[in-house]
T-cell receptor, first 110, second 114 residues
């Protein structure tokens, strides 16, 4: 079983739609969680951290469910510029050793 | 403030050739990392460094070597290139190793071994 699993997609949605991605992780001792965004042929960039209480940043909401070992990302009012691959990332201790999921691809169309 | 820079952007190698991928950061970060990203796969950690003179293996170190003589530079060396090393290589850095610490990535090097 992969340490971090994501549905690869693609999720094809129209502008203005709400879309949600889930990610599951296998290590119950994982300490912190992130969503990174990666545009086509570019480097990953931090989108947001995921806190235990859930957190929101504009149109983006991240949730953590430790009991079921999954995190989610909700994007409201999708924009064309949201088209990218979203990487679920888990920190399980050590020297900032991040475990990356393979990513979920989102394509927003007019 | 350029962040993390990598050279070259693209490279084609023949089997058995050697090369060094360069990585430099100007954020005075202690922690630096090398990852590879294969199609449909998550980033895999090759090597990391917690400061000048200190390096350690990550998940997939075979076929690679690193050095860290300065805070700014963290080159990755491929000694005998193999087709399995065809990948996109990302260098990253972070200020600390705290659990909420963001990693900053360079633009990547696309390597093809034929």
């Amino acid at each position: 079983r992969k340490e971090v699993e994501q549905d690869p997609g693609p999720f094809n949605v129209p502008e203005g739609a709400t879309v949600a991605f889930n990610c599951t992780y296998s290590n119950s001792a994982s300490q912190s969680f992130f969503w990174y965004r990666q545009d086509c042929r570019k480097e990953p960039k931090l989108l947001m951290s995921v806190y235990s209480s859930g957190n929101e940043d504009g149109r983006f909401t991240a949730q953590l469910n430790r009991a079921s070992q999954y995190i989610s990302l909700l994007i409201r009012d999708s924009k064309l510029s949201d088209s990218a691959t979203y990487l679920c990332v888990v920190f399980s201790g050590g020297y900032n050793k991040l475990i990356f999921g393979a990513g979920t691809r989102l394509a927003v169309h007019p | 403030n350029a962040g993390v820079t990598q050279t070259p952007k693209f490279r084609i190698l023949k089997i058995g050739q050697s090369m060094t991928l360069q990585c430099t950061q100007d954020m005075n970060h202690n922690y630096m990392y090398w990852y590879r990203q294969d199609p449909g796969m998550g980033l895999k950690l090759i090597y990391y460094s917690v400061g000048a003179g200190i390096t350690d293996k990550g998940e997939v170190p075979n076929g690679y070597n690193v050095s860290r003589s300065t805070t700014e530079d963290f080159p990755l060396r491929l000694e005998l290139a193999a087709p399995s090393q065809t990948s996109v290589y990302f260098c990253a850095s972070s200020r600390t190793s705290g659990s909420y610490n963001e990693q900053f990535f360079g633009p990547g090097t696309r390597l093809t071994v034929l």
